[in-house]
């Protein structure tokens, strides 16, 4: 891989194109599988094919074990900063191996296996990033649920993945107010169908909640109790699920997006040098939620996989206190590279105009700025490059897709920024604007964009339990292509 960072973007979006196997065979190479593959995809597999069918991995192990086994376990896996409770935590590749293998062992302890699915409900703490790489070691499958969403929404997810488990907390800290976790979670489990066999459940010093006999175990001791044990990494072919990730569905019905374990590791492990240019032992810091996908691939798995530092904040863009958080965040990390929302800046921008408290912290860490999530509109693109003096870089993709579909290569070389696009294609994904009836539309003119198949290693497989459901939903309309949804146009 170190190799193809030598390459252009041209060059190597060219020799995808001509051999996307080759391609893929080499970017592979980054991980370290437990049976190395043989086959690179097998288009019988699946719905629309699968990626190395025939490895067999774990995800745990390549963002934990390996880098503590090549002997950097005093790095720097974890930062937490929590403005909301004046609380922060370091922890090492080392220590983090510790933290994983104690919540492994509480959910062995609970009778959670291979295949089980365990819902985490769960503030940005420290603990959330401990159970969802607890459950990847093992072989769950874990579904993150935002903290605090809705007891209806949390009950069809209880209902749809058919959760043993669940591990919550008793509360979420926004800026004014304590967000009491348990109540939401009793009346969710209370409407669900299915009912999980134990709540795991870590008491916040804000807020205490009541435990239910036989049910509801006090995750906090449970965790004292277990430190100091190991629980091997579970061999995975690469194809079995590593988590499920809900998104709003347009009938009501939350569609649940599975991601692979090898094709994820593939993809994710590859963007971070590629598109953010990010080495190993540097910081990044992804300013989203866990509950989102920009959590799930750059909070944790992307960076860890990297051998980075990665940065859970517990805070928000303006209000904890100010609208000079990040700046202090990336002050205090030395935060080489940030990704958030545009949503993030207007709010910044809109109490800070001028960035005067951008001028109060150091900020010559930063190297880079990424945006995604919705429209990067160039007046807050511009804003952002002038008060930070850094590239300011949108890139679009889905929660379906993981990574970016189209954005600049920061790790390859750097294009022009042309305020209002999120630049080119990422090697793995063929982009097509097809009017309604699937012809290509000419360049200018607005039209459904769609990816040929197959999607990349990384993107969604298919819906939970929903084969059917995701062809209607997203290869029907225009077959041989996959459906975005989304509309825009090639410029010329």
Known sequence: MEDAMNKTYAEIYGAWRDDPAAHWTEVARAIEWFTEPTEIFDAAQGVYGRWFPDAVGNTCHNCVDRHVAGGRGDQPALIYGSPVTGRKARYSYGELLSHVNAMAAVLADHGVVKGDRVILYMPMIPEAIFAMLACARIGAIHSVVFGGFAASELATRIDDCGARLIVTASCGIEPNRVVAYKPLLDTAIALAHHKPERCLVLQRPELAAALMDGRDVDLGPALQAAAGRTVPCAPLA???????????????????????????????????????????????????????????????????????????????????????????????????????????????????????????????????????????????????????????????????????????????????????????????????????????????????????????????????????????????????????????????
Not at 301 to 324: M, Q
Not at 421 to 438: F, Q
């Open 238 to 492: 690469a194809t079995d699920p590593l988590y499920i990730l809900y998104t709003s569905g347009t009938t009501g019905q939350p569609k649940g997006v599975i991601r692979d374990n090898g094709g994820h590791m593939v993809a994710l492990a590859w963007t971070m040098r590629a598109l953010y240019g990010v080495a190993p032992g540097e910081v990044y810091w992804a300013a989203s939620d866990i509950g989102w996908v920009v959590g799930h691939s750059y909070i944790v798995y992307a960076p860890l996989l990297n051998g980075s530092t990665t940065v859970l904040y517990e805070g928000k863009p303006v209000g904890t206190p100010d609208a000079g958080a990040f700046w202090r965040v990336v002050e205090e990390y030395r935060v080489s590279v940030l990704f958030t929302a545009p949503t993030a800046f207007r709010a910044i921008r809109k109490e800070d105009p001028e960035g005067a408290l951008v001028k109060r912290h150091d900020i010559s860490s930063l190297r880079a700025l990424f945006l995604a999530g919705e429209r990067a509109d160039p007046e807050t693109v511009q804003w952002a490059e002038t008060v930070l003096g850094v590239p300011v870089i949108d890139h679009w993709w889905q929660t379906e897709t993981g990574w970016a579909i189209v954005g600049n290569p920061l790790g390859l070389d750097r294009l022009p920024v042309k305020h209002g696009s999120p630049s080119v294609p990422m090697p793995g994904y063929e982009l097509h604007v097809l009017d309604d009836a699937g012809h290509e539309v000419p360049p200018g003119t607005l039209g459904n964009i769609a990816l040929k198949l197959p999607l990349p290693p990384g993107c969604l497989t298919t819906f939970w339990n929903a084969d059917e459901r995701f062809r209607t939903a997203c290869l029907s309309e225009f077959p041989g292509y996959y459906k975005t949804a989304d509309a825009g146009y090639v410029d010329e």
